[in-house]
């Protein structure tokens, strides 16, 4: 089976853009959330897709948003990006809706300039 | 917020040596995670731990999930090369906003 998939890997743009990532789970999982890690702050939570609803979200401003599809793929978008917003960032797909076991896609380096 | 207080931050020791990392928490988890991340890739799912008391291996590695919910151990044993990596403990809360909160790494260097 294959693993979780993230695209790009890797991406710069310059403050005031906006960027979208995107995520397709594994295979049968159906829900997909979103973290930011970077040095400072370590991992922090964004927010959980299930059945294409937003179920849970972190403590991030409104700046960051994320959709997903039918066949469970999911998009997360920052607009107006910040230095700040650099990082990497990871999805993460379980089989049940927050189901404990979370596995890791290899991320999308994000570089604001 | 959740915290979580993982230790130690790095750890530096030679191959062959024993290595054991902990995370303590403020509040109580339903489940306790243990992932590893190499540079430049996401978190890999080492063990995973879903009840109190409960003691689980993975080849050399052992992990327990602490009988009051608030704190779990890692503990890597006869250690190889390849074990250089970043190592994040991971709790999960109950109740309807259930969500991973990360502990903040422990960076281990094995010393040939």
């Known amino acids: 089976k294959a693993g979780v998939t993230q695209t790009p890997r890797y991406l710069i743009k310059t403050r005031g853009q906006q960027v979208t990532l995107s995520c397709s789970p594994i295979s049968g999982h159906r829900s997909v959330s979103w973290y930011q890690q970077t040095p400072g702050q370590g991992l922090q939570f964004l927010f959980e897709y299930f059945s294409e609803t937003q179920r849970n979200k972190g403590n991030f401003p409104g700046r960051f948003s994320g959709r997903q599809f039918s066949n469970s793929r999911s998009e997360m978008n920052v607009s107006t990006l910040e230095l700040g917003d650099s990082a990497l960032y990871l999805c993460?797909?379980?089989?049940?809706?927050?189901?404990?076991?979370?596995?890791f896609g290899p991320g999308t380096r994000l570089l604001v300039l | 917020g959740q915290q979580l207080n993982q230790s130690p931050q790095s750890m530096f020791i030679q191959e062959g040596e024993d290595v054991s990392m902990n995370c303590t928490s403020s509040s109580i988890f339903n489940t306790w995670l243990w992932y590893k991340q190499d540079p430049g890739e996401g978190p890999v799912l080492l063990i995973a731990?879903?009840?109190?008391?409960e003691l689980t291996s993975n080849g050399r590695l052992t992990a327990q999930f602490g009988i009051t919910r608030k704190d779990s151990f890692l503990n890597i044993s006869a250690s190889i090369p390849s074990d250089v990596g970043i190592y994040f403990c991971?709790?999960?809360?109950?109740?309807?906003?259930?969500?991973?909160?990360f502990g903040s790494g422990t960076q281990l260097t094995v010393l040939p």
């Open positions: 731990l879903y009840k109190a008391g």
């Open positions: 993460a797909s379980s089989l049940q809706r927050l189901q404990e076991t979370q596995y």
């Open positions: 991971a709790g999960v809360s109950s109740g309807s906003a259930r969500q991973l909160t």
